[in-house]
C-alpha cells in the first residue's frame, strides 16, 4: 500500500460518456501526476500540479481535463474520448517538484477501456 | 526532445541466472530513478542514484549510474521468481525536471 489510492479500479465507456477518474494521496506530499500507460509503450506523463497549480501539460488532448483542488486530491475529467484513449492511467505524487522532485509513489490505476 | 531508451525490452532467464537491464539517456542526467512494475500491478520506486559513478546494492539488485551520468544499468543476481515483472528506468536532465520513463524490461523468470 503507497498511500496512493485511485478511483475506479476499471471503467468501461463510450465515446460519448463523461466520466471522472480521481486520486486521492495520503502521504502529505504537494506535487500530483497523471500518467497514461498504454502496452509495450514507455509510461507517458499527462499533467503536473505542484501546491494545487498546474505546473506542466504535455501537449494532452482538450478531451482530458484535470483538475486539483487540494494537495491531496486529483481528478482527471474524460469526454469524448476515443478507442485510442484505452490505458492504464496512472495518479503519482512526490513530496515536492523543487530540490529533484522527490520519488513519486503510484496508485494502483485506473484501466480504462474506451468503446 | 530528451529520450531514454532502454534494453532489451524483454528477457527470460531460468531461476538462478543473471539478468541485467540497460538505461542510456541522449542527454546528461541529474538524476536516475529505478521502479518495478509487478505484472498487473503499479509502478514502485526502487531506488534513485545521484552521483556520478555510483553504485548500490539491494540484496541481490545491484544499480550503477555511470561516470558521464548518462546511462545506468541494474543487475539482478541469482534471479527468483519473485523478481518478475517491468523494470524501468528514469531520468532527470536537471534537478526538479521531468522524470522521463524508459519503456521498460519485462522480465519473466522459468522455475
Known amino acids: 500500500e503507497t498511500g496512493v489510492t485511485q478511483t475506479p479500479r476499471h471503467l468501461v465507456m463510450g465515446m460519448t460518456n463523461k466520466k471522472s477518474l480521481k486520486c486521492e494521496q495520503h502521504?502529505?506530499?504537494?506535487?500530483m501526476y497523471w500518467y497514461k500507460q498504454s502496452a509495450k509503450k514507455p509510461l507517458e506523463l499527462m499533467f503536473v500540479?505542484?501546491?494545487?497549480?498546474?505546473?506542466e501539460n504535455n501537449s494532452v488532448p482538450s478531451r482530458f481535463s484535470p483538475e486539483c483542488p487540494n494537495s491531496s486530491h486529483l481528478f482527471l475529467h474524460l469526454h469524448t474520448l476515443q478507442p485510442e484513449d484505452s490505458a492504464l492511467y496512472l495518479c503519482?505524487?512526490?513530496?515536492?517538484?523543487?530540490?529533484?522532485?522527490?520519488?513519486?509513489?503510484f496508485g494502483p490505476g485506473t484501466r480504462l477501456t474506451v468503446l | 526532445g530528451q529520450q531514454v531508451m532502454q534494453i532489451p525490452q524483454y528477457q527470460h532467464v531460468q531461476e538462478g541466472e543473471d539478468f541485467t537491464t540497460y538505461c542510456n539517456s541522449s542527454?546528461?542526467?541529474?538524476?536516475i530513478q529505478w521502479y518495478k512494475q509487478r505484472p498487473g500491478g503499479h509502478p514502485v520506486f526502487l531506488i534513485q542514484?545521484?552521483?556520478?559513478?555510483e553504485v548500490k546494492k539491494q540484496k541481490r539488485l545491484t544499480f550503477q549510474f555511470g561516470e558521464a551520468k548518462k546511462n545506468s544499468s541494474l543487475h539482478i543476481t541469482a534471479t527468483q521468481t519473485t523478481d518478475v515483472g517491468t523494470y524501468f528506468c528514469?531520468?532527470?536532465?536537471?534537478?526538479?525536471?521531468?522524470?522521463?520513463f524508459g519503456q521498460g524490461t519485462e522480465l519473466s523468470v522459468k522455475p
Open positions: 502521504l502529505g506530499h504537494n506535487a
Open positions: 542514484l545521484v552521483k556520478s559513478g
Open positions: 528514469a531520468g532527470r536532465r536537471n534537478q526538479g525536471g521531468k522524470l522521463i
Open positions: 542527454t546528461t542526467l541529474s538524476n
Open positions: 500540479y505542484n501546491f494545487k497549480e498546474q505546473t
Open positions: 503519482a505524487s512526490s513530496q515536492r517538484l523543487e530540490r529533484g522532485g522527490g520519488t513519486q509513489y
